[in-house]
């Protein structure tokens, strides 16, 4: 009896349109009775739960990832003409890769020479860097350099100093950064003196008030033509851009 109960309401709940799917209308018996056959039916079919778990962890990304271009969106000025991030690749690149960073990043130091690989295969990208430093004092003070640097002596002398500044592997200090300098041909002192100015100032503050706009906590972050990628892409950099190009159209 209690089996044929069970079935009727298993059937009954397949087969009723979800709106229609009362279960406040049901006795207590037939309630109970209905809430084992579930149990037993998810006991006896676990993959039924983790199909559900994976369906809706895909609707939540498939969200983030739709709100996140949103982002993009409402932001496209400050992201991709800003009018202080240093610009390199192709800047007539029919793509644009943006790239918050942190000098003190393991994962910035990691993803480096991606990067600079595919920019350099592709041969049409842009690539526009963002100093975001996050990571404590030592970060600031790099980032504060680079600007600096890039402020002073142009954008030839930022990139080598920003490669630099990722081989090194010892503290972030005057002393080293100076080393730096002198190893560069630059002029260490008007670095030095230019690092705690508004100017420098000014556009770290602006990358940070927009990082905070767009609910950037971490380095690295990429923004690829509309998408915004929270980290190293899973697939490797050259094919997060190959997907995005295809979606493009």
């Known amino acids: 009896m209690k089996a044929l109960m069970t079935a009727a309401l298993m059937t009954a709940a397949l087969a009723t349109p979800a709106a229609a799917f009362d279960p406040a209308s049901m006795t207590e018996a037939e309630r109970a009775a209905f809430g084992e056959a579930v149990r037993d039916y998810i006991m006896q079919n676990p993959e039924v739960l983790v199909e559900s778990l994976n369906a809706m962890e895909a609707k939540r990304l498939a969200n983030e990832a739709e709100n996140d271009k949103l982002l993009v969106a409402a932001n496209s000025a400050e992201i991709f003409e800003d009018g202080h991030s240093w610009i390199g690749g192709n800047?007539?690149?029919?793509?644009?890769i943006?790239?918050?960073?942190?000098?003190?990043?393991?994962?910035?130091?990691?993803?480096?020479?991606?990067?600079?690989?595919?920019?350099?295969?592709?041969?049409?990208?842009?690539?526009?860097?963002?100093?975001f430093p996050i990571l404590g004092?030592?970060?600031?003070?790099?980032?504060?350099?680079?600007?600096?640097?890039?402020?002073?002596a142009g954008g030839d002398s930022y990139k080598s100093v920003h490669d630099r500044?990722?081989?090194?592997?010892?503290?972030?200090?005057?002393?080293?950064?100076?080393?730096?300098?002198?190893?560069?041909?630059?002029?260490?002192?008007?670095?030095?003196?230019?690092?705690?100015?508004?100017?420098?100032?000014?556009?770290?503050?602006?990358?940070?008030?927009?990082?905070?706009?767009?609910?950037?906590?971490?380095?690295?972050t990429f923004v690829i033509g509309p998408e915004l990628l929270r980290g190293i892409p899973s697939t490797g950099l050259a094919s997060a851009v190959e997907q995005i190009r295809a979606a493009q159209g």
Do not use: H
């Open 91 to 96: 800047p007539e690149g029919d793509l644009t």
């Open 98 to 131: 943006v790239e918050f960073i942190d000098y003190r990043c393991g994962y910035c130091r990691r993803v480096a020479p991606e990067v600079d690989e595919v920019v350099a295969k592709d041969g049409n990208i842009k690539l526009i860097l963002k100093e």
């Open 137 to 152: 004092q030592e970060s600031d003070l790099a980032s504060r350099y680079a600007i600096a640097v890039k402020q002073l």
């Open 165 to 220: 500044l990722y081989a090194m592997r010892g503290a972030v200090t005057i002393e080293s950064l100076n080393a730096i300098s002198q190893e560069l041909g630059l002029d260490a002192q008007a670095i030095v003196q230019r690092m705690n100015t508004e100017e420098v100032s000014a556009e770290i503050r602006k990358n940070r008030q927009l990082a905070e706009k767009m609910q950037i906590m971490g380095t690295p």
